[in-house]
């Protein structure tokens, strides 16, 4: 139990492109989805915490308007990165919680952002 | 410093045991957990701990808790070359989960 399965798993982009990246809880119910980045071999850094129907909550030093989240149901969170530019290239992770509180989190496989 | 402390790199030899250390700094956490991450994806949950615990056994894993020294360590008994990854500590903090650094496991022949 308690898959997330995270979409696409790699892409590679031109400047300037807007990405979109699928996060879904497959066999629960997610109150709460956060969303990641990792770089080369570093820890993950939190940007933003999502709970579904309400606004994202961004963490200090990440631009809402660059990474655009929104959670309109209880299975899908999704995070688009507008006007990609290549300092954006890393690996995106979601993650989905049911629950509320200490429950832990599920992780997604990570998307692969590459913007040439 | 950090909130969540671990060495980044251990190397152990194939069936030996390896252990993880880590140190955390919120006493109030509730769980304390340890997630693996291979090369190129996700985390995986590996186990957690509720904080009222001292110990936690699950088949190879054994994680034990020192609550009054905020230390957590996780054990791995007969490493295996599948072991080899990247394990993550992380303690529950507020309403989010706050990781390590990761500790780079290698596997020797």
């Known amino acids: 139990g308690a898959v997330v399965s995270q979409h696409p798993s790699w892409v590679i982009c031109k400047s300037g492109t807007s990405v979109k990246i699928e996060c879904r809880s497959l066999?629960?119910?997610?109150?709460?989805m956060f969303w990641y980045r990792q770089f080369p071999k570093q820890s993950l850094m939190l940007m933003a915490t999502?709970?579904?129907?309400?606004?994202?909550?961004?963490e200090q030093g990440v631009e809402k308007d660059k990474f655009l989240i929104n959670h309109a149901s209880l299975t899908l969170s999704t995070l688009t990165v507008t006007s990609a530019h290549p300092e954006d290239s890393s690996f995106y992770i979601c993650s989905a919680r049911g629950g509320e509180g200490n429950q832990p989190q599920h992780f997604g496989d990570g998307t692969r952002l590459s913007i040439l | 410093g950090e909130d969540v402390e671990q060495s980044l790199f251990l190397s152990v030899r194939e069936g030996d045991s390896s252990v993880i250390n880590c140190t955390y700094t919120d006493s109030s956490s509730t769980y304390l957990y340890w997630y693996k991450q291979e090369p190129g994806a996700g985390l995986q949950l590996l186990t957690y701990i509720f904080s009222n615990m001292d110990m936690k056994q699950d088949q190879r894993l054994t994680v034990l808790l020192n609550k009054k020294d905020k230390h957590l360590s996780l054990r791995i008994a007969d490493t295996q070359t599948g072991d080899s990854a990247i394990y993550f500590c992380a303690e529950s903090k507020d309403d989010k989960i706050i990781f390590g650094k990761g500790t780079r496991l290698h596997i020797l022949p």
């Open positions: 066999d629960f119910q997610a109150t709460t």
């Open positions: 999502s709970n579904e129907g309400s606004k994202a909550t961004y």
